[in-house]
């Protein structure tokens, strides 16, 4: 069998009219760059990683509708445990003000933080800002 035989020649040209072709061409005769492997060696490798990742990108489609749904539900899952817990925490302060005889500490629509005494029942005078809690939930959606 002649040497001929056992290989397959082809061309890569390089045009010096196109930016990206002398910058490939100045790497791709850069010995640092491509760690002293030969030049035939460097297209295998790169023609390799190049149909190893067109083959992995075939069903990234699908994985991609997976991860997007498995992210929606756990946007969900947190948003229902912040809810929760948001409103553990206001029952925790009004009881505990309620328990302690002390004021509650409101912050009204413009800013502005003041006192609330807790009234005889126990629960804080709020008739004054209806959406707290509106705003409260908004919150927690966004």
């Keep these: 069998m002649a040497s001929g035989d056992l290989f397959r020649a082809f061309t890569v040209r390089f045009s010096l009219k196109k930016g990206q072709h002398v910058r490939m061409l100045q790497k791709f005769e850069d010995r640092?760059?491509?760690?002293?492997?030969?030049?035939?060696?460097?297209?295998?490798?790169?023609?390799?990683?190049?149909?190893?990742?067109?083959?992995?990108?075939?069903?990234?489609?699908?994985?991609?509708?997976?991860?997007?749904?498995?992210l929606e539900l756990r946007l969900m899952k947190f948003r229902q445990e912040f809810r929760e817990e948001m409103l553990r925490e206001l029952f925790n302060i009004f009881v505990s003000g309620r328990m302690a005889g002390q004021s509650v500490m409101v912050s009204s629509s413009n800013g502005e933080s003041h006192v609330e005494d807790v009234k005889e029942d126990g629960a804080a005078d709020i008739s004054g800002m209806p959406d707290v809690m509106n705003k409260i939930m908004s919150w927690s959606d966004s």
């Design 32 to 70: 640092k760059l491509n760690d002293g492997k030969s030049k035939n060696q460097v297209v295998m490798d790169a023609l390799e990683m190049y149909y190893n990742s067109l083959e992995n990108d075939s069903d990234t489609e699908e994985n991609k509708l997976i991860t997007e749904q498995l």
